[in-house]
């Protein structure tokens, strides 16, 4: 079993954008679901927090090189036509500070704090690409909690992943939130169903919190 000193907190797209940009398409009840998921996942922060390196993020960001791209998925063409996440430049903070691609405020007191691992962005929903593994593996961490947008993209694609590089993988079913779209279909209801089939355990934010201090 393993214990608080090898679990970590893992959040995927804690920003502006992948909350509202998302919740303007959503219904009334997916805008309060992803209200209640931001508050959940404060809290695990919070938890994570007061052990040092036992909170990492998986930022998504698009620079301009990105936009250049000439193909991509449903979603994947909405993220860089609305411009979700982007910077002006990958080496510049210009106008970064209160765009989408800044972390909600809610969360900055905790990401900010000079403890937590910021691994460099995923690009599309899975982190294949970006050091979020490496940076667990060299902090010996076998667990992760998962959490943070969006359930049915970035959150799910990170749990089969991970649970591929060999990590065992819950989400903390209360601490993430999806696109509820009229022709799409409900992206959290089917999130939910994959995460019961593959993830090693489907945790609220209570449970997660225990796990945090064992």
Known sequence: MSTSID?????TDPQTT?????????NSSGAASRRTARSKTSRGCCRARRRAGRLFVSPHYYHPQDHRWQFGGTLEQKMHEIGM???KDPLSLDGFAGSGADWLDQ???YLNDGETVIASPHKVYGPQNNDLGLQLRKRRIQRVLLAGMSANLCVELHLRH???QGFEVSVVADATAAAQHPELGD???AALTNFRYIASDVLSTDDAAKELSR
Do not use: H, I, Q
């Open 107 to 109: 969360y900055k007191p």
């Open 7 to 11: 679990t970590a907190l893992v959040l």
């Open 85 to 87: 996440f982007d910077r």
């Open 162 to 164: 991970l649970l591929e």
């Open 187 to 189: 992206g959290y209801a």
């Open 18 to 26: 992948s909350s509202a940009k998302a919740a303007s398409r959503g």
